[in-house]
């Protein structure tokens, strides 16, 4: 039993499609609950007052962004190493969804900085760097859609991320030192608090509950777009097979 | 490799359209800055680094999608493919000569075209020397977007949206070293990053650059 097995397109539909149910109930309930939870059950901010809530939204999206692309990233290279065409389509499926979470992140920030910091925009490199993340995902897809054959497409847009992850590493490092921020630093998940180095207490705990749910329930959601996606891809390439078969037989 | 460069430099001369299209948009984008945002002295000279750094950038792009394209269309890539030269150093041949013929003549115009943007005194030696290190680094980045959609009919827009995102760094810190260098600031660190960005990728990209030209060439 190894993860390989999966990599084959039928064994990977099947069992995608047993545990699919599942994940989007559990990707609902979380984020419902959570979403609920944090919207009416808990207090408002002592100074941020209802605008805290948004935190809801723009946490898990912005969380994802980054990860959806690291995702791509990883099936990147198993689709080069490997050549497996599951891989290579699944890093086709994240794409369109990482865009629209930072897509996403981006906005409920600027509806979130409005009130806060007074503006709606700011070149601050937090915000900045997304908008750079943004255009990377663009160029990626933008790149799946031109290309005609599958496995150039697969093999262009790999070396596209692999190089792109580079580059947008080192856009993150350039725009902190280009700019001063607003944003806040890491709040939510961070070394130094897990190692008891620094015990501030940077979300208070009756947001950090919801906030948790709200994650779970968005990584779910993720997983689950992502393997419906990824057996939408195999379909399609599978019709087009069939329709090829039949051209020539015809 | 000399007869490769020598033979992409006399096309490039000889083609026409090719070397001085890149200066005259470059000229002719810091004619329309002032033109566009209005002749105040002060403000030109404010933003004349960086518009100088964007103006820079774009004539590097706009003459990227002939670096591959006209080998590829007439087959000639297939044969230096073949040829006993590896890949990796025809695409560095070509990033050079894409260089020569474009960033070099970039660089000399840049003091030309601060005057007329009013750029500080001191602004000229660091315009000059940051692009100096950072137009290198264009044309390798470039060749990397032209190899990718070489294959493409219509790649020339694609490649921009490709291609401008991984400028970004060179852009930040090499714009950096001209604003900073214009008000008398401290340049080391940026000039540094610069540099640094330059010579990674004058030395990766070429292989990756390469890769990608394998699978077009396919």
Redesign the interface.
């Given at each position: 039993m190894s993860i390989w097995e999966y990599a084959n397109p039928k064994k990977f539909i099947t069992s995608t499609e047993r545990v699919l149910p599942a994940l989007w109930a559990a990707s609902a309930v979380c984020i419902g609950v959570g979403l609920i939870w944090g919207f009416f059950f808990t207090g408002d901010e002592a100074r941020q007052g209802a605008t805290v809530k948004i935190i809801y939204l723009h946490v898990p999206t912005a969380m994802l962004a980054i990860n959806a692309w690291v995702m791509m990233l990883v099936t990147s290279l198993v689709w080069l190493v490997r050549r497996h065409h599951v891989s290579a389509l699944a890093s086709r499926a994240a794409a369109p969804v990482g865009m629209v979470m930072t897509l996403i992140a981006l906005v409920t920030g600027a509806i979130w900085g409005q009130p806060m910091w007074g503006s709606w925009w700011a070149w601050d490199p937090r915000l900045t760097s997304f908008l750079i993340l943004f255009l990377f995902y663009l160029g990626y897809i933008a790149l799946w859609e031109a290309i005609e054959d599958p496995d150039t497409a697969a093999d262009l847009t790999s070396f596209l991320c692999l190089v792109g992850s580079v580059f947008a590493l080192l856009s993150r490092y350039a725009v902190n030192f280009w700019n001063q921020g607003l944003h806040q630093g890491a709040s939510i998940f961070r070394a130094e608090a897990v190692i008891g180095t620094d015990t501030e207490e940077k979300v208070s705990n009756i947001f950090f509950y919801p906030l948790m749910l709200c994650i779970i329930g968005f990584v779910l959601l993720f997983v689950a777009l992502v393997f419906y996606r990824t057996g939408t891809e195999i379909r399609a390439r599978r019709i087009k097979a069939l329709i090829a078969r039949e051209r020539v037989e015809a | 490799m000399i007869a490769l460069l020598m033979r992409d430099l006399r096309l490039a001369l000889r083609a026409g359209g090719g070397f001085g299209l890149g200066l005259a948009f470059f000229l002719i984008l810091t004619v329309m800055v002032p033109l566009s945002v209005g002749p105040q002295p002060a403000l030109l000279s404010s933003i004349a680094p960086g518009v100088l750094w964007l103006g820079a950038l774009l004539a590097c792009l706009l003459s990227l999608d002939r670096l591959l394209a006209l080998d590829w269309e007439d087959g000639s890539l297939d044969l230096l493919a073949t040829a006993p030269l590896p890949l990796e150093s025809v695409v560095s041949i070509k990033a050079l000569a894409h260089w020569i013929t474009t960033g070099l003549p970039l660089v000399m115009a840049a003091p030309v075209l601060g005057v007329l943007l009013n750029l500080p005194v001191p602004g000229f030696k660091w315009v000059v020397i940051s692009l100096l290190l950072g137009t290198p680094a264009l044309s390798v980045i470039g060749t990397?977007g032209a190899a990718?959609?070489v294959?493409?009919k219509r790649?020339g827009l694609?490649m921009s949206?490709?291609v401008?995102?991984?400028y970004?760094?060179t852009l930040?810190?090499g714009a950096?070293v001209a604003r900073r260098g214009a008000i008398g600031m401290d340049v080391q660190?940026?000039l540094l990053?610069l540099a640094g960005?330059s010579a990674a990728s004058i030395a990766l990209?070429p292989f990756?650059s390469a890769?990608?030209l394998r699978?077009?060439l396919?």
């Open positions: - | 990397f990718l959609t294959g493409l790649g694609l949206l490709l401008m995102p991984l970004l760094p930040i810190f950096e660190t940026p990053m960005i990209l990756a890769a990608v699978i077009n396919r």
